[in-house]
Nanobody, 123 residues
Framework: VQLQAYGGGLVQAGGSLKLSCAASGRTFGSLGWFRQVQGKAREFVAAFKWSGSTTRYADSVKGRFTISKDNATNTVYLQMNSLKSEDTAVYYC???????????????????WGQGTQVTVSS
């Protein structure tokens, strides 16, 4: 199983970035994005069930971030608009088995993690 996240970078507040995560190796039930600031707990950002039946966003990003997927390439995207300085973090994509039944916004329910990509928003 491989999860390759990329697309991070430095952007000014109010700007946009699009993260990508190429997933391969097996069939996944759900994919999500989480983020972490050094010294703080990992935070849920957005996730969906691969079937498309459920999509969830953290309240802090609702209306600004959009999670989407490309079925043909097994790539998951996170479009981030109206970025704020508090969005600065390392962003991780994660995937879980189709047999998992817990909440998709809980990091403990995920089996596989990508390496993370740094997003820095300057104010």
């Amino acid at each position: 199983v491989q999860l390759q996240a990329y697309g991070g970078g430095l952007v000014q507040a109010g700007g946009s970035l699009k993260l990508s995560c190429a997933a391969s190796g097996r069939t996944f039930g759900s994919l999500g994005w989480f983020r972490q600031v050094q010294g703080k707990a990992r935070e849920f950002v957005a996730a969906f069930k691969w079937s498309g039946s459920t999509t969830r966003y953290a309240d802090s990003v609702k209306g600004r971030f959009t999670i989407s997927k490309d079925n043909a390439t097994n790539t998951v995207y996170l479009q981030m608009n109206s970025l704020k300085s508090e969005d600065t973090a390392v962003y991780y994509c994660a995937a879980r088995s189709p047999y998992r039944g817990g909440n998709i916004w809980s990091g403990s329910e995920y089996d596989y993690w990508g390496q993370g990509t740094q997003v820095t928003v300057s104010s």
